[in-house]
């Protein structure tokens, strides 16, 4: 897929998830946080990277993930919306040196807390490889902080 179709099509999605997460009906929480993990699998089923690698983030990002909800919805739901504005920015970056897909994958919507303690580690670790295979340094809080810029791949 090119770049312009990957970009068209994450924006598409972050338009739709924005829809779903600020719509006038709320959520069930249990579908609140289902809603969260399906935008994290579309985004990375988007993305330019390892099949086996992004298999393997996500078998361990849905087996760990938490389905009870970590915060009040609203500042979930306005954590979320800050996330798929970063998304949108990442989607639009024109500078060559900076990749797409690291912008994305670090503008995912994952915390610690959205995780079970026991795939942390898991999660870390594809996330590192992911980003070692596509050049880029890592840090030990890629899943919050979102500030690395990398070779494109």
Known sequence: MSRSNIRKKLLGIADYYEAVF???RMMK???FRS???GMIIEMLDVLRINDDLRMELIRYITSGWRME???DESAEAEMIIEKLNSVRR???HDDMS???EMGVLMSLP???MDLEEDQVAHVYDAMNRIMEQMG???TEDHLVSGSEHCASS
Do not use: D, N, Q, W
């Open 110 to 112: 994952i915390r610690e």
């Open 69 to 71: 909800m970590v915060g």
């Open 90 to 92: 990442a989607s639009m």
């Open 22 to 24: 600020t719509g006038p």
């Open 136 to 138: 880029c340094s890592t």
């Open 98 to 100: 900076y990749s797409l």
């Open 29 to 31: 929480h249990g579908e």
């Open 35 to 37: 809603s969260v993990l």
